[in-house]
């Protein structure tokens, strides 16, 4: 699902950029600071509904300007679909598909999807706590089945409505208030049962493309094992509430669900976040992206767009390479301060400077 033509108006720093993309390895190549992972982060916007950075909406926004206008041709199937948001400072985002308005952000996604490595995906994925991890394998359910944006809207609203219930409480428990916490309990448990078992199933797909591309890697990374550690799934969430709520109460929050929950990782059988070493910890990280593509594209039978941005700043001249060796053939958009890597071949090379592409050249000019 390539993307054929993309514009990007009052975005962070890009007043306006208009390109036309083909297949191949398109590279975005300037000094830090001039607006390359701006551009990326608006694709990706595209895919996700979200910042890849985890920003709010007014952040995205020029600084003095309303709105963001986002637009991109797709190609899937041999037929083009055309993308169109307008962010607002403030205020309601506007989207359409093939210029028909749509008010759910699911109804965006689907036509546009994207593999993001970044250069915090080592912090994200593998150093740091669970919201990242979470976040991952949410992500990737979203691009499978855009439904399930909708299941992780819902499961967040009812969380909101069950801790303010808690706190007003105020650790007391009345006949109303366990009246009322009955009600979001049923609702919590339907969503929550239906999430941590999509989110299990996901990490079984996982397990075996994480081993493989580990041993593609080859440089010495031990075999992962990995695990959606949850410690009320194989009961049911409605039975874990009930269990907890004298604590719940007590504390004003939901102790247990899938926003508690996480993806244990560990190598040769110890915890890869205290355990691996800082390369074993950034193969992870490649493999865990390169895994979810893998599983998008056999899902959707095509493969997404990869977006690599800043990632060869971060590895090696071995890891690199061996990480291009494994990137399927697919429309790739990288980014790099000044020059791409040795052994990184692009087909067109963008320079941006403060936020306008100043050069374009084709492969070998």
């Known amino acids: 699902m390539p993307v054929r033509r993309v514009s990007i108006v009052d975005f962070r720093n890009l007043v306006k950029v208009d390109l036309e993309l083909g297949n191949g390895w398109t590279a975005v190549v300037g000094n830090n600071a001039q607006g390359k992972t701006n551009l990326m982060e608006a694709l990706a916007w595209l895919a996700s509904a979200s910042s890849f950075r985890g920003v709010p909406t007014e952040a995205l926004v020029r600084m003095g300007a309303e709105r963001a206008i986002l637009r991109a041709e797709v190609e899937n199937g041999g037929r083009t679909t055309l993308l169109e948001v307008e962010l607002a400072a403030s205020g309601r985002n506007r989207m359409q598909v093939n210029r028909n308005p749509v008010t759910r952000v699911r109804d965006l996604l689907g036509y546009f999807v994207a593999t993001v490595f970044g250069p915090d995906d080592l912090l994200v994925l593998v150093k740091g706590g669970p919201v990242g991890r979470r976040r991952y394998l949410d992500d990737l359910l979203v691009a ?151 599983i998008l594209g056999e899902h959707l039978g095509v493969d997404p767009v990869i977006i690599l941005d800043d990632v060869f700043s971060e590895l090696d001249e071995g890891r690199a390479g061996r990480l291009v060796g494994l990137l399927p053939s697919t429309q790739v958009l990288v980014t790099a301060a000044g020059t791409l890597p040795t052994g990184i071949h692009a087909d067109r090379v963008l320079r941006m400077e403060a936020g306008t592409i100043v050069a374009d050249s084709e492969a070998g000019e």
């Open 144 to 294: 499978m089945h855009p439904r399930h944006r909708g299941l992780i809207t819902d499961l967040e609203r009812i969380l909101r409505q069950r801790n303010a219930l808690l706190r007003q409480a105020g650790g007391r428990m009345t006949r109303e208030i366990a009246s009322t916490l009955d009600v979001w309990d049923d609702k919590l448990a339907g969503v929550g049962d239906e999430l941590g078992r999509a989110r299990r199933d996901l990490v079984v797909l996982l397990r075996p493309e994480i081993a493989d591309i580990l041993d593609a890697l080859g440089d010495g990374t031990r075999a992962a094992t990995l695990d959606y550690e949850s410690d009320w799934l194989d009961a049911g969430l409605g039975s874990a509430l009930a269990a907890t709520r004298p604590d719940d109460i007590r504390r004003g929050v939901t102790t247990v669900g899938p926003h508690r929950d996480d993806l244990g990782i560990r190598l040769g059988g110890l915890p890869s976040r205290t355990h691996a070493s800082q390369g074993e910890q950034r193969s992870l990280a490649l493999a865990l992206r390169l895994g979810g593509h893998r």
